[in-house]
């Protein structure tokens, strides 16, 4: 049997959830889950037509809760400016692409992307419980019909079995977890029926954007022989709510490994006051390990949400100098062609004379250190 979602919590009857599931449901209910709903918005005449036509082009969901937390009087605030269409997305440069990190390229079957050896993604679903404005797979975030499917997963299941290779399954998309829980219990029995996989992997804005979302039961789900780690994506520390830290304290008491990645976004989160705040709070509030700070992909529409790298390799030094290692997240880039991330962090080496090394510390001075080793 086919089953399809297609809106979160919007559930078919074989997949209907119980009644921890009701809050978050009625979440995204009471959010924005199409064009015409902007028009509940407190935004200007022009404000709302720019939006809807930003919207036309590519999908426009906010569940209530993050709606709550944008200040209206702020035209510049950095939760609006993540969810709320703008007339900039509009405005397309040459270079951009449609899969800005070729997740195509790489992709052998259906749903399924192998780009690394032993780790692969799978896409589950397309949707999301909120669809973030500069997400770099809005291409197919925006194509119809693409939520839920068992047959549609078959062809990957079987890649996953044929390959030994593939330790680590990672679940992304769209948002896993705007799944049903029956449906998130079926796909880690899959995987986790297949002996050399070792780890599964969820990539997830729903801790964030619809924390109400994080239940008993969906831990159940997702709990069994593989380890499993919970990648969040907090970009603001005005996103760390009450709601977000016990969704976090559920996730973790379920024995789940928690970390975060954020995309360096202009406008929103690209000085190092609001960079500290946010990686000290997923830390020492959360529980939650800063794992990767992303430059922001070449999607489509996104000129104006991103900086340049020798600003982002500024930002990288100055949390270095400011923060633990263990709040310090990795500034990266994912390659277009498909080349994987790479760290962009500035580079601490200023010279090289045979065993010599030169050396710029933390505190910008530098200093000699020579190598002392055993015969090679």
Known sequence: MTSHLDIPGMAADDERAGDDDTTWQGDVRAGVRQV???DSLPLSPAERAAAQAAATRHKV???KAYLDLIDWSD???PIRAQVIPSPEELTELEGELDDPIADQAFSPVPRLTHRHADRVLLFPTYQCAVYCRFC????SLTSIGRGFSREALEPAFAYIRAHPEIREVILT???PLSLPDKALAEIRARIEAVPHVRLLRIHTRVPVALPSRVTSGLVRALQGRLMVTVVTHFNHAREITPAAEQACRTLRQGGFVLLNQSVLLKGVNDTVEVLEELCRELMYRLGVKPYYL???DLARGMAHRR???HQGQALASALRARLSGICNPVYVLDLPDGGGKVPLGPCYVDAQDGETWRIRGQDGELRTYTELVGDL
């Open 36 to 38: 015409r709903d902007l």
């Open 61 to 63: 969901r906010i569940p």
């Open 75 to 77: 035209p510049a605030d």
């Open 136 to 139: 770099f797979r809005k291409e």
């Open 173 to 175: 998309g769209g948002d």
């Open 294 to 296: 992303h430059h922001g």
């Open 307 to 309: 900086t340049t790298i």
